[in-house]
């Protein structure tokens, strides 16, 4: 079981730059080779944004060459450094991580891109 808190999501204009951080808790990343980020828009289901499993990342499409997912062990945090956001960016981000068969999410963290 691992217990995951998202921060870092705010108000920022198109353009800008943020970064969500994910810390876990009860339990080392270490040992957790599937964490990820996912998000929410207003209406629309969640969608996968990024990925880190066994060191290697996966990004969706509408997010490659923007947006960069990093792992701190040392820190038990996940990362998502989000750049160049468009307002379609606008969502609630969750973390997740994957262990054996079950699912842990975060509360998420809501990310406002204004135009």
């Known amino acids: 079981q691992v217990q995951l808190v998202e921060s870092g999501g705010g108000l920022v204009q198109a353009g800008g730059s943020r970064r969500l951080s994910c810390a876990a808790a009860?339990?080392?990343?270490?040992?957790?080779?599937?964490m990820g980020w996912y998000r929410q828009a207003p209406g629309k289901q969640r969608e996968l944004v990024a990925t880190?499993?066994?060191?290697?990342?996966n990004y969706a499409d509408s997010v490659k060459g923007r947006f960069t997912i990093s792992r701190d062990n040392a820190k038990n945090t996940v990362y998502l450094q989000m750049n160049s956001l468009k307002p379609e960016d606008t969502a609630v981000y969750y973390c997740?991580?994957?262990?054996?068969?079950?699912?842990?999410w975060g509360q998420g963290t809501q990310v406002t891109v204004s135009s």
């Open positions: 880190i499993i066994s060191g290697f990342t």
């Open positions: 997740h991580a994957a262990i054996g068969t079950m699912f842990y």
């Open positions: 009860s339990r080392s990343i270490f040992s957790i080779n599937n």
